[in-house]
Nanobody
Framework: QVHLVESGGGTVQAGGSLRLSCVASTTVADNAVMGWYRQIPGNEREFIAGISSAGSTSHADSVKDRFAISRDNAKKTVYLQMNNLIPEDTGVYYC??????????????WGQGTQVTVSS
């Protein structure tokens, strides 16, 4: 069963912007903590940003000034606005839903991923 569906990835030049979206199915609790992770080949998935149902957010230091996570609870959708992209942002971006901040990235639902490629 598909719980999370990401979209919005693509290829963009350095300095450009993309907005990723992740739509959650009814199987995902309305109060789930949602997050975005990035993975490049040979590496583990790394935390990019997370957001609670109340709107509290956390961003990785590497993206703090360039990326912003948000959510629309009525649409069960979480977004990742990515600005001033650099080649190091290239990777597969995964959406994740967890019951708590402490389990984000460890236990919950994962989306299928969307590829982001930033060319120099």
């Amino acid at each position: 069963q598909v719980h999370l569906v990401e979209s919005g990835g693509g290829t963009v030049q350095a300095g450009g912007s993309l907005r990723l979206s992740c739509v959650a199915s009814t199987t995902v609790a309305d109060n789930a903590v949602m997050g975005w992770y990035r993975q490049i080949p040979g590496n583990e998935r790394e935390f990019i940003a997370g957001i609670s149902s109340a709107g509290s957010t956390s961003h990785a230091d590497s993206v703090k000034d360039r990326f912003a996570i948000s959510r629309d609870n009525a649409k069960k959708t979480v977004y990742l606005q990515m600005n001033n992209l650099i080649p190091e942002d290239t990777g597969v971006y995964y959406c994740m839903a967890a019951s708590y901040w402490s389990t984000l990235g460890r236990s919950g639902f994962w989306g299928q991923g969307t590829q982001v490629t930033v060319s120099s």
